[in-house]
């Protein structure tokens, strides 16, 4: 059975956007975390599934992965391919420090109505003009129509609903010593600055992560924390935190292991004037090593 990528990208953004609570969430899954040196890869197992870090439900399309280099110049993503549940690629650590590997995004997405027929803004609706009656009673259960942009709704559009949904899914690599030029703060929507370097994490001891929203600290910020391997676990043992007023996240890492992070927020500064809200997520796999 083929994907088309748009497909794929439909479903990742779902996931990064939903709920920490949803069933499917999207991540990334790095064979290390830390390197001795450069000239090294590293692979990637790159998914949306129920169970961390278990592919079971749909692969995440390497075409949106960005490499970031230590510099903060975009890199090269190697040997790229798409599976049933999961796809996978290669980046070669050519450079010494942190590296940033991962998806973001940043659309407008909602709901209108023309005419009292149901109309989507971005999402897998009929485009503008298909044949057959909109909206989910129509022959076969079609879905609504849909429009590619903002510009593209009609000028009799009503009940116009609108979101601006922004989205990142991050890894960190490290060869020989970590750097932060990754980590510098781009003022535009929801960021970390770490306090604790993300491949410096040790289970006996607490990272510390500071929230940003446009560039600063960012307070109330909901954070799920979950570790990896729930499909060999009862419970999931997620942990859900709040940063502090000063926007720092303290965390406390029960085992070594992959652990998935994802915070969430949401306020009414959107940068498109139609948009009532702005949704944010950050989500990061980060690998905790023993003492």
């Known amino acids: 059975m083929r994907y088309s990528s748009i497909l ?3 479903a990742a953004v779902a996931a990064a956007l939903a709920s920490p609570a949803s069933a499917h969430r999207a991540w990334l899954l790095p064979s290390t975390t830390t390197l001795a040196g450069t000239g090294e890869f590293v692979t990637v197992d790159a998914a949306i599934s129920n169970d961390l870090f278990y592919p079971d439900h749909f692969p ?13 110049s975009v890199g090269k993503l190697e040997n790229p391919a798409t599976g049933r549940y999961r796809s996978t690629f290669d980046v070669k650590i050519d450079k010494p420090g942190t590296w940033k590997i991962g998806t973001q995004r940043a659309a407008i997405m909602g709901s209108f109505k023309v005419n009292g027929e149901d109309w989507r803004l971005g999402g897998r609706g009929r485009p503008m003009g298909a044949p057959g009656a909109g909206g989910p009673g129509g022959p076969g259960g079609a879905p609504a129509r849909s429009v590619a942009t903002v510009a593209d709704i009609p000028a009799n559009a009503t009940d116009v609903k609108l979101v601006e949904a922004i989205s990142g899914n991050y890894i960190y690599v490290t060869a020989d010593a970590p750097t932060k030029t990754v980590f510098t703060p781009t003022g535009k929507g929801l960021e970390i600055d770490p306090i604790t370097h993300p491949d410096e994490l040790v289970s006996n001891e607490e990272g510390q992560f500071r929230f940003l929203i446009d560039g600063k600290p960012a307070a109330g910020v909901k954070v799920t924390v979950v570790p990896g391997s729930k499909k060999y676990r009862e419970a999931e043992e997620a942990q859900e935190l709040t940063t ?8 406390k890492w029960p085992v070594a292991g992959m652990y998935w992070i994802n915070a969430s927020a949401s306020d009414n ?7 009532t809200e702005r949704r944010m997520t950050y989500t990061a796999t980060v690998e905790v090593v023993a003492p």
Do not use: C, Y
Request: aromatic share 4%.
């Open 269 to 275: 500064k959107p940068s498109e004037k139609r948009a």
């Open 8 to 10: 794929i990208a439909s």
């Open 60 to 72: 995440m399309n390497p075409e949106q992965v960005t490499v970031w280099t230590p510099d903060g």
């Open 244 to 251: 502090g007023a000063d926007g720092v996240l303290h965390i």
